[in-house]
């Protein structure tokens, strides 16, 4: 099956810091990707949808230039937080498709911002 | 605005019992829907679809039945295993897979023994 690795899983760093968090479909190429994050006991919000060699698409309410996303290849995508503060503080989880197929996930990177 | 909705957050089921997790939408544009799985501190797991031009799919233990005029679709599990204890998300998106996903709250499903 379709196996999508998101690296880091755990992330706890310094307010102030960018964090970057990576995304590879292992066995497929992956013509779009998408990120979510989640809050405990909430479901999974659309952060943004990435298209390989196109600026991404972002949700409404969703600051682009706090959350920076590239998609340089098939395989990769990478959600950089930018000069993260506590309230962002969340479970993050990215998603790959090959067309048309569903979404394969990630396990989720788990970001604690002190 | 909650479009995908499931409203029951937890279940217990037995094990060897059918499971039934139920999910409601409000928009009509949706069009495909999915079932997914999530472990703690993993990430969701694919289970089942179904497309709007059906009413049910069925895949091994796993059945999606798809009610359009009600907005409702339900998950079918039997029998139930304790594996099978874990967040169920249904999700609905429009124009098929190409779309972004909106999802349910999750319902915690607990087969015990």
């Known amino acids: 099956g379709a196996v999508v690795s998101q690296h880091p899983s755990r992330v706890i760093c310094k307010s102030g810091t960018s964090v970057k968090i990576e995304c590879r479909s292992l066995d497929f190429q992956a013509t779009t990707m998408f990120w979510y994050r989640q809050f405990p006991k909430q479901s999974l919000m659309l952060m943004a949808t990435s298209n390989e060699g196109s600026k991404a698409t972002y949700e409404q309410g969703v600051e682009k230039d706090k959350f920076l996303i590239n998609h340089a290849s098939l395989t990769l995508s990478t959600l950089t937080v930018t000069s993260a503060h506590p309230e962002d503080s969340s479970f993050y989880i990215c998603?790959?498709?090959?067309?048309?197929?569903?979404?394969?996930f990630g396990d989720g990177t788990r970001l604690s911002i002190l | 605005d909650q479009q995908v909705k499931q409203n029951s957050p937890s279940l217990s089921v037995q094990e060897g019992r059918i499971s039934i997790l139920n999910c409601d939408y409000t928009?009509?544009?949706?069009?495909?829907f999915l079932w997914y799985k999530k472990y703690p501190a993993e990430g969701p797991t694919f289970l089942i679809s179904i497309s709007s031009i059906k009413d049910k799919n069925e895949d091994g233990r796993f059945t999606v039945f798809l009610n359009k005029s009600a907005k409702h679709l339900s998950l079918h599990i039997v029998p139930s295993q304790p594996g099978d204890s874990a967040v169920y998300f249904c999700?609905?998106?429009?124009?098929?897979?190409?779309?972004?996903?909106?999802f349910g709250t999750g319902t915690r499903l607990q087969v015990t023994l």
């Open positions: 998603s790959a498709r090959q067309a048309g197929r569903p979404q394969h």
């Open positions: 928009n009509s544009m949706f069009d495909y």
């Open positions: 999700a609905a998106s429009v124009s098929g897979t190409a779309s972004k996903l909106t």
